[in-house]
């Protein structure tokens, strides 16, 4: 079993930015991919950026450019810088973790970027 679980959200005025992280503990295996969705209200869930356990990232259009995601893997933990922060980006963020062939997720942590 992975427990992941998210901290760092919060409000922010448009144009600012916030640093989202995700602690997994349990059984992390060595190869994995973790990554960041999110859910906006009345909306489907959604990828926002994956990293891989060497490092390669890929990232939604939509962030392309102001997120930035990375990992610690000595500490078991994912981060998601997120800059130039807009109202669209308003949403429950989930960190998610694949491995073995399973799916792991964390509760969740709300961002709200005010206009």
């Known amino acids: 079993q992975v427990q992941l679980v998210e901290s760092g959200g919060g409000l922010v005025q448009a144009g600012g930015s916030l640093r989202l992280s995700c602690v997994a503990s349990?059984?992390?295996?060595?190869?994995?991919?973790m990554g960041w969705h999110r859910q906006a209200p009345g909306k489907q869930r959604e990828l926002v950026a994956l990293?891989?356990?060497?490092?390669?990232?890929n990232y939604a259009d939509s962030v392309k450019g102001r997120f930035t995601i990375s990992r610690d893997n000595a500490k078991n933990t994912m981060y998601l810088q997120m800059n130039s922060l807009k109202p669209e980006d308003t949403a429950d963020y989930y960190c998610n973790v694949q491995q073995l062939g399973r799916n792991y997720w964390g509760q969740g942590t709300q961002v709200t970027v005010s206009s």
């Open positions: 990293i891989i356990s060497g490092g390669n990232t």
């Open positions: 349990g059984r992390i295996a060595i190869s994995n991919v």
